[in-house]
């Protein structure tokens, strides 16, 4: 090991980060040094203006500069949480082009792919991030290749959907800097026995996330839940089951508790609010992406959900 040179990997902390995603994304690289007995891994911290930055939780931490930094670094990851879209700091856009340019590798973590993306990174790009976002980052960036994975590494662009899908993430980095033993001695030192490739699904399975295990009935919410824009009429949902109309809605009211119908459109909505508060898309853009024929009737539909019109939930996304 005699002349090695340590990896330096930068994180840009933005207002409002995830903690744990970040946390599971320096950690491993602390056991790694540790258990290797060897410096393997350097890293500094940025920050916009060099402040200090808060997390989501409250935690703050100093960062080590700015986003005006020279410093040298082999990855650059971007952390962020809370509503990405909001970011708008054209110096921090510029700087990771900077980086870019110079070939550095760029990654994102939780919300920080949006980021990425923002600074025009992702383009023609493989990239995932966290599900919250997933809706609106489609709808915000048509020419990046979204997958609904926990990591994705496509050359020098590496995104992962944060929690500790990133602890998941850099093990597999240090496997192919440092070799699968040292890899398998990290995810052993965080008591992680089991780590999942990059290509897993983000979300817990419908079966434990609804308490459901009927398998017609969670086949026809994975439908429901992946046709938001154009859905399906509940004649072709039963049809698609297998099951009579009328089977298909007393499995709805003593499994979900309600209706297909009413849980139909609540899925929308919920979409619905994530695109107002991510995206730029107007409230009739917003209304034909999630299924409803006009503003107006989604107007009428959202108030009633939620309280409030859907320029309000812009006005304050």
């Known amino acids: ?57 409250g935690v703050a931490i100093i960062p080590d500069c700015g986003t005006n930094t020279e410093r040298a670094a082999d990855m650059v990851f971007v ?53 919250e976002h997933l809706p609106a980052f489609r709808e915000a960036f048509p020419d990046v290749e979204v997958a609904p994975s926990l990591f994705e590494i496509d050359g020098n662009r590496i995104t992962c959907s944060g929690g500790i899908s990133a602890l998941d993430m850099m ?18 030192w965080f008591l992680h026995t089991h780590i999942r490739e990059g290509f897993g699904p983000q979300r817990m399975d419908l079966r434990y996330r609804l308490g459901v295990a009927d398998e017609k009935l969670i086949g026809v919410l994975r439908v429901m839940e992946t046709s938001l824009e154009t859905p399906k009429s509940r004649e072709v949902l039963a049809q698609g089951a297998g099951i009579s109309l009328r089977q298909l809605e007393r499995l709805f009211r003593s499994k979900i508790g309600h209706g297909i119908h009413v849980h139909y459109r609540w899925l929308r909505l919920e979409r619905a609010r994530q695109l107002l508060r991510e995206t730029t898309l107007s409230v009739l853009d ?26 309000r939930t812009r006005l304050h996304g």
């Not at 760029?106 to 600074?119: D, E, F, L, N, T």
């Not at 240090?174 to 990290?186: C, F, I, N």
Request: proline share 6%; net charge positive; with cysteine.
């Open 171 to 188: 093990v597999a980095l240090v496997e192919r800097d440092h070799g699968r033993q040292l890899a398998a001695s990290v995810g052993d």
């Open 79 to 131: 952390c962020a949480g809370g509503n990405p879209a909001l970011f708008e700091d054209r110096s921090t856009f510029s700087w990771l082009r900077r980086l870019a340019r110079k070939g550095v590798i760029i990654g994102g973590i939780s919300g920080g792919p949006y980021i990425v993306a923002k600074a025009g990174l992702l383009d023609n790009r493989r990239a995932t991030l966290h599900w």
């Open 1 to 57: 090991m005699a002349g090695y040179t340590p990896s330096t990997i930068g994180f840009l902390l933005v207002p409002g980060f995830a903690l744990m995603s970040y946390a599971a994304a320096i950690e491993p690289l602390r056991a790694a040094n540790l258990l290797s007995g060897k410096e393997l891994y350097r890293w500094w911290h940025a920050a916009p203006g060099g402040k200090p930055v808060t997390a989501s939780n």
């Open 286 to 311: 917003v209304a034909l992406a999630t299924g409803f024929s006009s503003a107006s009737q989604f107007a009428r539909a959202y108030a009633s959900a939620f309280g409030e019109p859907p320029s």
